[in-house]
């Protein structure tokens, strides 16, 4: 719970606390018959509605396969996805026909365990990993493997879905990595195991933008990246300013540790913590606004990230400048992706007059480009002149975040209360 209780400590506001695999039985993968293991995770029940009275859900890693007991039976009975073989290291192994309704129905099951737990919200993952795609094999309703290769993903994101609804009526949250059509309207979406490195940031900044055109307006990246976790502070710093103009907003997951407790020097990163509280507390001032452009992308297909040459397509700059977007309507945002960059070439949309939210004072025409400065703490981020948005002062709330993230917050007392909870319970 240290996680929980310092990011109260810090003021970084928290709706949703993911755990990844391993949290079940089982070596080495810990996903055995969708069981939390105790001794990974003593008192989970307990922890789940402690976190909801922090005003956090719970969100657990899945993938469309058995393992454990349910493996056995699974395999008994004809319940796996023909032509699968399995991998020397089991991973990934027996992927459930979901064109079986019965096979359907027992993964279900084993979801619905999780959610009897009170587990809110799932980052589906695999899906489109190690699935055969040739051969003469078929599925239960008769189609071919190659037929259900793209499908796949689709109907293991809907089969979420149907039980998750069952259970928590529209509560919930599905998060997966893969898509295809048909996807869309049952879940939010993830980069994937994107690399930790400026590359790796600049290719979220691409993929956001193509994740929204293409039809998949809910979206967000694993901050600091999941693979190459070097969590450098530059990389990580600008991420957590492009994360926080993604309709998604996750940070992780930085090898299971912290920006307070980091592999590396600084290990205390008071200026990464500073910059967390910052964007998220910004990210989470814009909740209503990004709600609306959420709703109006699935009522128009209108997206929430919107590139520049889908506002202005008669502009040359429009489309060369790939690196800025608009969020929403009325907030112009420009990631800088490389390492020891301060400042930005930013092209403002035509049709607009654009005032600068970390330099109130200056406003531009759109329809040009300019070059800003930007430290470490600072995206470049403009708002459209004569709109209701309201950023809040950006430099006194870095300041304020600067100083808290100076000093590290005593834990005893914080302890003390999560410790009074559990024995009230």
């Known amino acids: ?11 970084i506001p928290n709706g949703v606390y993911w755990i990844d695999r391993p949290w079940g039985p089982g070596l080495p993968w810990g996903y055995d018959d969708f069981e939390i293991d105790e001794k990974r995770l003593p008192h989970f029940a307990e922890m789940v509605k402690w976190l909801e009275g922090q005003d956090a859900k719970t969100l657990l890693w899945i993938a469309p396969f058995f393992q454990g007991q349910m493996e056995k039976e699974a395999l008994a009975k004809g319940y796996a996805l023909a032509g699968q073989r399995r991998p020397a290291n089991g991973n990934n192994y027996p992927m459930v026909d979901l064109t079986n309704p019965a096979a359907k129905a027992y993964w279900q099951e084993g979801v619905a365990k999780l959610l009897k737990l009170g587990v809110a919200a799932f980052k589906l993952d695999r899906g489109e990993e190690d699935i055969p795609d040739n051969g003469p094999f078929k599925l239960f309703d008769g189609r071919s493997i190659r037929e259900n290769r793209n499908a796949y993903i689709a109907m293991y994101l809907k089969a979420t879905y149907e039980i ?8 919930f949250v599905l998060m997966p990595r893969g898509a295809y059509t048909g996807s869309s309207p049952y879940g939010v979406f993830w980069g994937g ?3 930790g490195t400026q590359e790796g940031l600049r290719a979220s900044i691409i993929a956001v933008q193509r994740s929204a055109v293409m039809g998949y307006p809910n979206w967000g990246s694993d901050t600091c990246g999941y693979n190459q976790q070097l969590l450098e502070q530059e990389v990580c710093g600008r991420w957590l300013g492009f994360s926080a103009f993604t309709p998604i907003m996750e940070v992780g997951p930085t090898r299971n540790v912290a920006f307070w407790n980091l592999p590396r020097e600084p290990s205390y990163d008071t200026e990464l913590i500073a910059i967390w509280r910052l964007y998220a507390r910004l990210h989470q001032r814009l909740i209503d606004y990004s709600y609306k452009y959420a709703q109006e992308a699935t009522k128009t297909g209108v997206p929430i990230v919107r590139p520049l040459f889908l506002v202005d397509p008669k502009s040359s700059a429009a489309w060369a400048n790939w690196w800025t977007y608009l969020y929403g309507q009325d907030i112009l945002v420009s990631p800088i992706w490389e390492k020891g960059k301060r400042t930005q070439q930013v092209y403002l949309p035509s049709g607009a007059k654009w005032r600068d939210a970390w330099r109130p004072e200056r406003v531009y025409d759109g329809g040009e480009t300019i070059t800003v400065n930007a430290e470490l703490h600072q995206i470049p981020l403009f708002v459209r002149v004569g709109s209701s948005v309201k ?8 300041k304020e975040s600067h100083a808290i993230a100076e000093k590290k917050p005593d834990l005893r007392a914080l302890d003390a209360e999560l410790r009074a909870w559990f024995e009230k319970r």
């Open 164 to 171: 998750a609804a069952k259970y928590r009526g529209h509560d």
């Open 391 to 398: 950023l809040g002062d950006l430099n006194q709330e870095w």
């Open 193 to 195: 195991d994107i690399g």
């Open 1 to 11: 719970m240290e996680d929980v209780l310092l990011m109260k400590a810090y003021g």
